[in-house]
């Protein structure tokens, strides 16, 4: 029961850092800068903190595949609202490792080698690779909503028994 709890809050605590700082660089900061800073160095301001957060994400993702191990390793009880959670939890993390390991540093070496959105070859795959990082961004943010609320499921289950 108390193991339960400790890796119910450790995965919470973790949620909460990668999908509100999802939630701010997307929905904040990154409609603010670009809209409010000339390019070249809003791209660049944006290269340099999408990179930092792709950490913080990966971190964030890590520990929470830790949380779920402990539990399967400790033989705490399993219910399929538990395999959900850590299938969902499995697949938010490889959006995160795919987009912060391959997908951004493309982007950051098309950036740095003068590559502009839509011109040219080079123009377009950092196009593609941009909308596949959006894409790659919301779907994070759908499947971490989902492990929040499924993970507050088995947090109010085990509270009752």
Avoid: C, N
């Avoid at 070859?121 to 690779?129: D, I, V």
């Amino acid at each position: 029961m108390m193991l339960r709890r400790v890796t119910g809050v450790v995965a919470m605590l973790a949620l909460a850092l990668w999908l509100g700082g999802l939630i701010a660089l997307g929905a904040l900061v990154a409609p603010v800068v670009f809209s409010r800073v000339s390019m070249p160095w809003s791209a660049d301001a944006m290269t340099v903190i999408f990179q930092r957060f792709d950490t913080v994400a990966m971190a964030s993702a890590a520990v929470l595949l830790v949380t779920e191990a402990v539990r399967a390793v400790a033989r705490v009880p399993f219910a399929r609202v538990d395999h959900v959670r850590a299938g969902v939890s499995v697949l938010a993390a490889a959006a995160a490792v795919y987009e912060g390991a391959s997908v951004s540093p493309r982007i950051a070496t098309l950036h740095a080698e003068g590559a502009i959105r839509g011109m040219g070859s080079a123009g377009m795959e950092l196009s593609k690779l941009h909308d596949l990082a959006e894409l790659l961004g919301k779907t994070e943010v759908v499947l971490l909503v989902v492990v929040v609320v499924l993970q507050v499921v088995t947090s109010t289950r085990s509270l009752r028994t």
